[in-house]
């Protein structure tokens, strides 16, 4: 331990301690900072780490080694190897216990002086200390102490002690080692082998030996370079690492003669190898003047059919911090944990993560392993700042029974939770489209109804040149502005819209009323404006600012508005032009606008992109000409499907171009949910055979099977077929006469019976009313029921063979499926079978076949059987 | 009872299963193969529960649980039996990957020398029986595989595979190969030139009906693809599918190798691993991240909960339930 090179040592362990040593020993305590600040003094390690100095110790100088002490008493004592070669124990400890207080300060003395290169505490036996010391002439070079022995102050000479050590106390001197090894050689490294206590792995000046302290006689050794950081791995005893210059050889022990593998060399020499004593075969090493820790992932043992198969390794490197790192200590009991310090004494804490394998449950939640550990995490309900991914929605929509109320059409996007207004907008549309459909229907059964589907940029284009403006005048107001005349394709259009309501009428009243209830004045404000009525919209201005909910500048507004004039060059004009572009509300924007246009050119209104698509075409519709609106609608059409804006389905209605937005907003959202329900409405016509469709359709029922919503998913289905007749699956399964070999159903279907959503999928033996007993082909009796032993085709009592009382609750209680419990159901692997009430209730207790001598375990062969929907687990 | 599964990579040749009944424990434990284990995937439930792995030891193996060769006392307790071992392979085969369901049953592999070799068990319910109906070559050695899921009959059959070769000539590590109905072979049909460090996962989000697939891969970041199909009519038909192929993502919020990314169901959550963690990106529906992406939010708490780092959890954070 050079001065300018600090090493670090984690405690064995007490597991918050460490100890840096360069010129001074200084212990360190390791606190977690999760849930306190840093105090005072402290230094920062990690994110959630700091350490605190607890003590210093500077009592021995030349420090060129340091080791601690392996037993768990006496606390912080450090066997310190000296430039001279000599050992000396000390203590960071606090309290000096008196049983150990004779070990502190103990010396162990070689008889020449030379430079002490290692140290190693014996992991069995607590009290052998090897010490590996430089070459000096035939001297030993590899010591053995036992810091229990007794010191023997009569061999070295008092004063040359006192020379040496430069002390005046009465110093413990240990002169005589337990064993002398490696004569006339250098030691640069040592280990002990756990195999056993008294084996010794050293790496000498040109080999690495292996010492039998059971006879020191001999010893086993091979010749290499890489004698350096011999250290053996705490999971793999016969696996030891070494390393020269930048080269890390690895042996196994049991094959000693060459290295089973060196390591791609590092361009400059190693500083330090170590093994991680948390996970197997995992191995750290640092070379010099770098920041960065290199890490070998060793798993894998050879294979016992492969002959020379090569370990692979995973190489890895982490770099805890910027600066050159001089040393670095794996945690004895964290995970992977590992504390680096720098030259200039910054330390970093940190750990070494596995690769992380994650996958994510179709519910939102993620898991994911590391180290032997499984971990789950689970979304909050707090979603603060995170606005919830659609997967989550769409499974909370599909709960709340979204998109399957046929008859009022918009209360889906309450269904949805009443937030997006894209949403809103869409399922208005299709309220109308549907109503006025069913509209045109009754008045002429002609080829119109089909018309409302296609959206407003049909309807228009079907109107092409017929209609003429006329003049009209504002009520309230000497003032006349032009308006198209309301052909019938544009009253359509307007209702589309919402601003009309049912009827020949072409009264906006209702409508501005149901917007002021709702609280939306300025938008009520500004329609009632678009119908020339200025005094309703000063009026509805002034009732939102009395409302409670109301902006009190609204009343600002409506005196804004009450002295409009028409002359072209009043200060009011030119006001209202500069100032509504500051206004935040773009209905009081466009309102503005509206005024202060020129005749013919409503751009301000039409491009605010802010105002709602429906009131935006409405105005289009009673203000511009046909060619206008055409291009009008045109544009506005591609800008929707550009952008994927639901809004834009009032414009291509279910059409193709419908479908074309359609996929830009599912390839925007991801919500299939959204766009299977929307394309279902219109079934009539031939959107559904899009490929398109057919393909969300099919995601959205995997996504519900996916979500064990499967109850929600036979409610999709069914909801599919009433409205597009053509899903309808065809019969899957058949029940045949074993005699006549004709299906059985065939007489069923002919009987007019009430189960018709039933035999859409084909097992039909259930008509309880028509008591087929035998085959209609045939008139041969159906097979007998396993456990009433009555032909099939007959209902089912109550109670079958148990007489349980819970039983009889459970059958009335499902008195709804009670048809169910009819019908035919038989185990394909030994086919037995019966009615499936019958069956259902034997197997809630028993796990083999009812059939006697059989011992097919009809229900526990299919795995998914007992799964049980998750809607019934969902609050 | 309701069940998830998790099938755990285990320790060296030991794997684990796990099962939720609201918390989690082991339902089955058992060794499998001597080399470690590289992966494990569940087949879809239609095929009942079969797993497939794959390991160090140059083989794969189909495992299918089986119930009700235990005695009642056991009930409960689930047996899993190896169906069979694919042994094509000369060197560590690295990924496993079921193909989606719509193809049947399928799988594909791919190992250490470059082959991607794709089987098929054309009798579902012989799980002991496969044929080995591809092999394709990548001239790199392949780390990680991925099936496009997408079931549409306008996309046909399409496999991403990634390479981790660290040998320096920079060449491109993913290649995308495709089905092609003319020829009955898989040819290739992209390589994404953009990435040359080696990549360790790769995974194609859920399609959900989108128009384009979306591609993440996980290198030394985490990237992001989409690749929309340029429409038949406007290629010659019968060649390979073209793709306009954009990066809509990068990451390197983990400032260090990504070695897993995994998709949520709707494809609009990405979580990825680490050297520093773990974390997950939030991304709109079109592969966009939210804000920007230079999304620095990534291991940001404040983005929600599912942005936890494993540092947290590793201390014990009171958001992750932890079990061993």
Not at chain 1, 58 to 87: F, I
Not at chain 1, 663 to 681: H, P, W
Request: with cysteine; charged share 20%.
């Amino acid at each position: 331990m050079s001065g300018t090179k600090p090493d670090i040592l984690w405690a064995p362990h007490q597991v918050d301690r460490f100890v840096v040593c360069d010129s001074e020993l200084s212990l360190y305590h390791v606190e977690s900072t999760v849930n306190s600040e840093l105090k005072a003094g402290s230094l920062r390690l990690s994110e959630d780490s700091a350490a605190t100095l607890l003590s210093i110790n500077s009592d021995t100088p030349y420090m060129k080694c340091v080791a601690w002490y392996l037993n768990y008493d006496p606390e912080c004592l450090l066997a310190v190897g000296q430039a001279n070669g000599r050992v000396v124990l000390t203590s960071l400890g606090q309290d000096h216990n008196s049983k150990f207080k004779d070990l502190i300060g103990k010396e162990f003395v070689p008889k020449h002086a030379r430079q002490c290169n290692t140290l190693a505490w014996n992991p069995l036996d607590s009290n052998w200390l090897a010490a590996g010391l430089d070459k000096h002439r035939a001297d030993f070079s590899v010591l053995i102490w036992d810091i229990c022995s007794k010191y023997t102050p009569d061999i070295v000479p008092m004063e040359k002690v006192r020379l040496s050590a430069g002390e005046t106390e009465t110093t413990l001197l240990v002169t005589k080692p337990l064993y002398e090894l490696g004569q006339n050689d250098a030691c640069l490294s040592l280990c002990w082998l756990p195999r056993d206590q008294k084996l010794l792995l050293a790496g000498m000046h040109r080999n690495l030996a292996i010492f039998d302290l059971r006879n020191t006689s001999q010893k086993m050794f091979v010749n290499t370079k890489a004698v350096q950081g011999v250290t053996v791995d705490p999971y793999f005893h016969d696996r030891v690492a070494s390393f020269y210059e930048g080269q890390v050889a690895i042996w196994d022990l049991r094959k000693f003669e060459k290295p089973v593998l060196t390591l791609t060399e590092q361009p400059k020499p190693l500083t330090k190898v170590a093994w991680c004593p948390t996970r197997t075969g995992l191995l750290a090493t640092l070379i010099r003047d770098s920041n960065i820790i290199r890490l070998y992932d060793m798993q894998h043992t050879p294979t016992p059919i492969g002959d020379e198969t090569e370990p692979t390794i995973i190489e890895r490197s982490v770099q805890p911090c910027d600066n050159y790192i001089a040393s670095f200590a794996w945690h004895p009991t964290s995970q992977n944990r590992m504390i680096v310090v720098t030259p200039n004494r910054t330390m970093s804490d940190f750990t070494v993560f596995e690769r992380i394998s994650l996958a994510w449950s179709p519910i939102t939640s993620l898991m994911w392993a590391c180290g032997r550990h499984l971990y789950e995490c689970a979304e909050e309900e707090n979603d603060n700042s995170l606005e919830k991914d659609i997967a989550t929605k769409m499974r909370l929509r599909a709960l709340s029974r979204y998109g399957l109320d046929t008859e009022q059409v918009w209360r889906n996007h309450i269904l949805a939770g009443n937030e997006d207004p894209q949403l809103k907008s869409l399922w208005y549309t299709l309220h109308f489209m549907k109503q006025y459909t069913e509209d045109m229907d009754q008045k002429s059964p002609g080829n119109k109804g089909s018309l409302v589907y296609a959206g407003i940029k049909s309807i228009v284009k079907s109107s092409l040149g017929m209609v003429e403006s006329s003049r009209h005048n504002w009520s309230g107001l000497d003032k006349q502005t032009d308006i198209q005349n309301l052909n019938e394709e544009r009253i359509l259009a307007l209702q589309l819209c919402g601003w009309i309501k049912k009827g020949s009428d072409v009264d906006v009243g209702p409508f501005l009323n149901s917007l002021v209830q709702e609280g939306e004045w300025e938008r009520a404000a500004a329609v009632a404006l678009f119908n020339l009525d200025i005094r309703r919209a000063i009026q509805i201005l002034n009732e939102g600012a009395s409302s409670e909910k109301g902006d009190l500048n609204l009343n600002v507004v409506a005196m804004a508005l009450s002295g409009y004039t028409d002359e072209k060059n009043s200060l009011w004009r030119e006001m209202c032009s500069t100032l509504r572009l500051q206004l935040n509300n773009p209905y009081l924007c466009v309102m503005f606008a509206f005024l202060t246009s020129e005749t013919g050119s409503y751009d301000g209104v039409l491009y605010e992109n802010k105002v709602a698509v429906r009131d935006r075409v409405a105005f289009a519709c009673k203000f511009l000409s046909d060619t206008q609106l055409n291009r009008y609608i045109e544009k506005l059409t591609n800008e929707m499907k550009e952008a994927g804006n639901l809004e834009g389905i009032l414009l291509t209605g279910l059409t193709k171009d419908g479908v074309d937005l359609m996929e830009s907003y599912v390839d925007r959202t991801g919500d299939v949910q959204t766009a299977s329900y929307c394309m279902l409405q219109g079934s009539p016509l031939d959107v559904l055979k899009d490929e398109r469709v057919q393909y969300w359709i099919e995601n959205y029922r995997n996504l519900l099977d996916a979500w064990r919503f499967w109850h929600k998913r036979a409610e999709f289905d069914i909801h599919r077929s009433k409205l597009d007749p053509s899903s309808k699956p065809l019969a899957q399964v058949f029940v045949s006469c074993n005699f006549c070999g004709k299906s059985i159903s065939y007489s069923c279907s002919t009987v007019p019976h009430q189960g018709r959503g039933f035999s859409q999928y084909g097992v039909s033996g259930s008509p309880t009313k028509s008591k087929v007993t035998s085959c209609p082909g045939c008139r041969k009796p159906l097979p007998r029921c396993a456990l009433c032993l009555i032909n099939m085709g007959t209902p089912v009592s109550s109670c079958p063979g148990g007489s349980k009382s819970d039983e009889k609750v459970d059958l009335s209680k499902d008195k709804k499926l009670a048809q169910f419990n009819n019908w035919f159901t038989w185990c394909h692997n030994c086919r037995h079978g019966g009615h499936a009430g019958h069956m259902l209730s034997w197997f809630r207790d028993h796990a083999e076949c009812p059939v006697s001598a059989c011992t097919c375990k009809c229900m526990q062969l299919d795995t998914t059987g007992n799964l049980v929907p998750a809607e019934t687990v969902q609050p | 009872l309701g069940r998830t599964r998790a099938a755990q990579r285990g320790s060296p040749s030991c794997r684990r299963e796990l099962c939720c009944d609201g918390d989690w424990h082991c339902t089955a434990s058992w060794k499998t193969h001597s080399g470690s284990m590289w992966r494990v995937t569940w087949a879809h439930p239609e095929f009942g529960q079969v797993l497939a792995s794959c390991s160090f030891d140059r083989t794969a193996a189909v495992w299918e649980e089986i119930v009700g060769e235990s005695n009642d006392k056991l009930r409960g307790q689930s047996h899993w039996v190896k169906r069979t071992t694919l042994v094509d392979s000369r060197t560590s085969v690295t990924n496993v990957k079921f193909a989606p369901k719509h193809m049947g049953l399928m799988l594909a592999t791919c190992s250490a020398d470059g082959l991607v070799r794709i089987y098929e068990a054309p009798d579902v319910m012989n799980l002991s029986q496969w044929s080995l109906q591809h092999e394709i070559s990548c001239k790199l050695s392949c780390s990680c595989i991925s099936w496009n899921p997408s079931s549409s009959r306008a996309h046909s059959p399409m496999i991403a595979v990634g390479s981790d070769d660290s040998s320096p000539n920079a060449m491109a590590k993913v290649q995308i190969f495709e089905y092609n109905e003319n020829t009955r072979k898989y040819a290739k049909a992209e390589t994404l030139m953009t990435v040359t460090d080696p990549v360790h996962d790769i995974a194609f989000a859920p399609n959900l009906g989108r128009s384009f697939h979306i591609l993440a891969i996980a290198t030394k970041d985490v990237r992001i693809f989409t690749l929309k199909p340029v429409r038949k009519e406007l290629t010659s038909s019968g060649g390979p599918t073209k793709f306009e192929i954009h990066i809509v993502a990068q990451f390197d919020n983990h400032n260090s190798q990504v070695w897993r990314v995994s998709w949520n169901i709707t494809g609009t959550v990405l979580a990825s691993s680490g050297d520093d963690g773990c974390c997950t990106g939030i991304l709109k529906g079109n592969g966009s991240p939210v804000s920007g992406s230079s999304q620095q939010g990534n291991s940001n708490p404040s983005l929600g909960s599912t942005t936890l780092s494993l540092q947290n959890s590793l201390n014990g954070s009171s958001a992750s339930r932890k079990h061993s």
